[in-house]
């Protein structure tokens, strides 16, 4: 289009000095000269002016364009990179979970079978859970962590010059070398009277407290469960097998004087939790010994525990029978002394299997 040009507005026309009288003529064509150069030179900077006011125009313009348009046109070009790398992580953080979960899945549970009050039934516990859970298919590692070796006698094991938890915890041999085989599938790290002599030896040894964690560090991976029979007492082998398990599974019997000592009990994992095992969890409390003939008597000891101890109690109660008391004088689980028998047993294995992975 073509543009007309103007004296820029505000410009004012130059001053010159006077011309001399005899070059007039001269002096006023260079003059017209001059002038006609300024107004050139007036309109060309006016020209640039505007030609910078419209690259400034279309500079903005186009940079609110860029605003806009490139929102419309790049956006889905930048959202697909955006969600695939969304999808993507999405994808890495469900295999990170699955293989978490396996890992849950996959992780030994190490149970402490406790209570402080003698007689309750732990060592009878140990026994019929782990063959439960054999039966299960579940691999299983019993530690007897009692110098009575009642769980070692219960299974038929003869420890005389074998390995058995005191050389283990002595260190003087591997693991590997302390294990058992039983009837059931289930194997075992023995013990005997001589466990009594470690808690003395050993009352000096730096981080006494580990000394169990340690050997069951080293045999985990091969078990998806390793059942420790604690003695009753609260002493450095009941807190070695506290700070090696993952839980701990509290025996009482419904009676008043066997839940007196569980407020002593809770307050010892919460020690052991503060200093040595920040992880114990308690999986939960068994009634062992029901007695379906003292109905009321059982439900009154059962409200005191709960009252008294804010855990999980197992819905499987274990009733006092014959065969339970009797199985272990014929080294046998209850499982193959008598099925029939067996049915509490096997809900309240059921029961910690459920617990799996939570
Ligand atoms: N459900 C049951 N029915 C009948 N008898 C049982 C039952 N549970 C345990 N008993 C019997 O009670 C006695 C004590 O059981 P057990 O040895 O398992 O207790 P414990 O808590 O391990 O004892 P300790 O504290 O001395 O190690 C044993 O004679 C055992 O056979
Ligand atoms: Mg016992």
Redesign the pocket.
């Known amino acids: 289009m073509p543009r007309t040009y103007s004296r820029r507005a505000g410009s004012t026309p130059r001053r010159h000095a006077p011309a001399k009288p005899a070059d007039a003529t001269a002096a006023k064509t260079r003059k017209k000269k001059s002038d006609e150069k300024e107004e050139l030179a007036a309109n060309a900077s006016e020209v640039v002016e505007d030609a910078e006011k419209k690259v400034d125009a279309e500079v903005t313009a186009s940079a609110s364009e860029k605003k806009d348009a490139p929102e419309k046109k790049e956006k889905p070009a930048e959202k697909e990179p955006k969600e695939k790398a969304k999808e993507k992580a999405k994808g890495k953080h469900a295999k990170e979970k699955s293989e978490k979960t396996e890992k849950i899945e996959h992780k030994t549970r190490v149970i402490a079978?406790v209570?402080?009050?003698?007689?309750?039934?732990?060592?009878?516990?140990?026994?019929d859970i782990g063959a439960g859970l054999r039966r299960y298919g579940k691999t299983v590692l019993f530690i007897d962590a009692?110098p009575?070796g009642?769980?070692s006698l219960?299974l038929g094991i003869d420890t005389k010059g074998k390995n058995t938890l005191y050389e283990l915890l002595k260190g003087k041999c591997r693991p590997e070398k302390a294990i058992m085989k039983t009837k059931s599938g289930v194997d075992i790290i023995a013990a005997d009277i001589m466990l009594q002599a470690a808690e003395g030896e050993l009352s000096n040894e730096p981080g006494r407290d580990y000394l169990l964690s340690e050997v069951v560090d080293k045999v985990k991976d091969k078990y998806d469960y390793i059942l420790i029979?604690?003695?009753?007492a609260l002493g450095m082998l009941t807190l070695n097998a506290l700070v090696a398990a993952t839980e701990a599974l509290i025996?009482v019997k419904p009676e008043f004087y066997s839940i007196q000592g569980i407020k002593q009990l809770e307050e010892t994992f919460n020690v052991v939790r503060k200093r040595l095992n920040k992880n114990l969890k308690v999986a939960g409390i068994v009634i062992?010994?029901?007695d379906a003939r003292r109905k009321q008597k059982n439900k009154e000891a059962i409200d005191a525990i709960q009252e008294m101890f804010d855990e999980h109690i197992f819905a499987s109660s274990?009733?006092?029978?014959?065969?339970?008391?009797?199985?272990?004088?014929e080294h046998e689980d209850i499982f193959a002394y008598s099925a029939k028998e067996a049915s509490?047993f096997d809900a309240l294995v059921k029961e910690i299997i459920d617990m799996e992975g939570k």
């Open positions: 079978v209570n402080h009050k003698g007689g309750v039934g732990k060592t009878t516990c140990t026994m009692d009575q009642s769980l219960g029979d604690c003695p009753p025996v062992n010994m029901y274990i009733r006092n029978t014959a065969a339970v008391a009797v199985s272990p004088s509490d």
